[in-house]
């Protein structure tokens, strides 16, 4: 699976951003669908997963302002990112998992280049 992260650019805080990832090479349908994301001098964090079933999961720092979704006709995976802060600033990678929805990054054998957000104040 070859993933394609895309929809990174310059927002204000308190903006909105969508983020998309793009399969190719094979359907993502049977996968869990992670986001990650890595700020300056920070370590990677988990930003959302979603089952093949489609069950979501966020940690508390961006629950309520994040929503992950699917759509297994086009091969691809969403974050839409509401409400943003200069926090959230990271690069942001998308990820493909045959273990199902994980927290650990290392359940994650798929991974796309990621795509840049930065938050201004």
């Known amino acids: 699976v070859q993933l394609q992260a895309s929809g990174g650019g310059l927002v204000q805080a308190e903006g909105s951003l969508r983020l998309s990832c793009a399969a190719s090479?094979?359907?993502?349908?049977?996968?869990?669908m992670g986001w990650f994301r890595r700020a300056p001098g920070k370590e990677r964090e988990l930003v959302a997963t979603v089952s093949s079933g489609g069950s979501t999961y966020y940690p508390d720092s961006v629950k309520g302002r994040f929503t992950i979704s699917r759509d297994n006709d086009k091969n691809t995976v969403y974050l839409q990112m509401n409400g943003l802060k200069s926090e959230d600033t990271a690069v942001y990678y998308c990820?493909?998992?045959?273990?199902?929805?994980?927290?650990?990054?290392?359940?994650?054998?798929?991974w796309g280049r990621g795509t840049l957000v930065t938050v201004s104040s």
């Open positions: 990820a493909a998992s045959t273990y199902g929805p994980s927290r650990s990054s290392e359940r994650y054998a798929y």
């Open positions: 090479g094979r359907t993502i349908s049977g996968y869990a």
